[in-house]
């Protein structure tokens, strides 16, 4: 069964202050995601990777980073948090290019005061 | 601008008849279709998918019918249980492109007792 984990299920931070999500990933899959899920919004892609040390801008990057270290585990990094990216973000993994199921972490519910 | 779009945020049936869950596209180039379901606080789940090439793919009591002229697609359950009640989201994708999904905004079911 593949299992995706993420570090928080909750998480409450100030404004400004440098925000870590952590996703672990035990299938070996090369392809990793990073979404945030807001009402009326739907799922929202932020960042995604194919490979190690690769990452590749979504439809909304911007007040976000991304590292990829391992191919295991995909980082989500605000750099200064601010009080719109109160969200769930979610991160997803999927086998190879050509598989499009993606499997999806339990979610960190981030709330920016 | 929405490449799929899930035009009914919600949709309420009564336990045992059939839910029909809508989902239209604007990309011709979508070749690959899937459902993904999720509960509240946890991350979405594949559900069921469909290639291009099928007008119909069946998994239990979940169907997934793709009408490719009309760009549209359903999603129906029968019977509906108190255990579907979830957001659904569709998700596109062209595998020949870039594989990677875009989902809609996503269709909150209730399935009463």
């Known amino acids: 069964d593949v299992k995706v984990t993420q570090s928080s299920r909750y998480l409450v931070k100030r404004t400004g202050e440098k925000v870590f999500l952590e996703c672990v990933q035990d299938?070996?899959?090369?392809?990793m995601f990073w979404y945030r899920q807001d009402p009326g919004l739907g799922l929202r892609l932020i960042y995604f990777?194919?490979?190690?040390?690769?990452?590749e801008k979504g439809d909304i990057p911007e007040g976000y980073s991304v590292s990829r270290e391992k191919k295991e585990r995909f980082s989500l990094i605000l750099e200064s948090a601010s009080t719109n990216q109160t969200s769930m973000y979610l991160c997803?993994?999927?086998?190879?290019?050509?598989?499009?199921?993606?499997?999806f972490g339990p979610g960190t519910r981030l709330t920016v005061l | 601008d929405q490449q799929v779009k899930q035009n009914s945020p919600s949709l309420s049936v009564q336990e045992g008849r059939i839910s029909i869950l809508n989902c239209d596209y604007t990309?011709?180039?979508?070749?690959?279709f899937l459902w993904y379901k999720k509960y509240p606080a946890e991350g979405p789940t594949f559900l069921i998918s469909?290639?291009?090439?099928?007008d119909k793919n069946e998994d239990g009591r979940f169907t997934v019918f793709l009408n490719k002229s009309a760009k549209h697609l359903s999603l129906h359950i029968v019977p509906s249980q108190p255990g579907d009640s979830a957001v659904y989201f569709c998700?596109?994708?062209?595998?020949?492109?870039?594989?990677?999904?875009?989902f809609g905004r996503g269709t909150s079911l209730i399935v009463h007792p």
């Open positions: 998700a596109a994708s062209a595998t020949g492109g870039s594989y990677i999904p875009t």
């Open positions: 469909i290639s291009s090439i099928k």
């Open positions: 990777s194919y490979d190690v040390k690769m990452k």
């Open positions: 997803a993994s999927s086998f190879q290019r050509e598989s499009d199921t993606q499997y």
């Open positions: 990309n011709s180039m979508f070749d690959y």
């Open positions: 299938m070996d899959h090369e392809n």
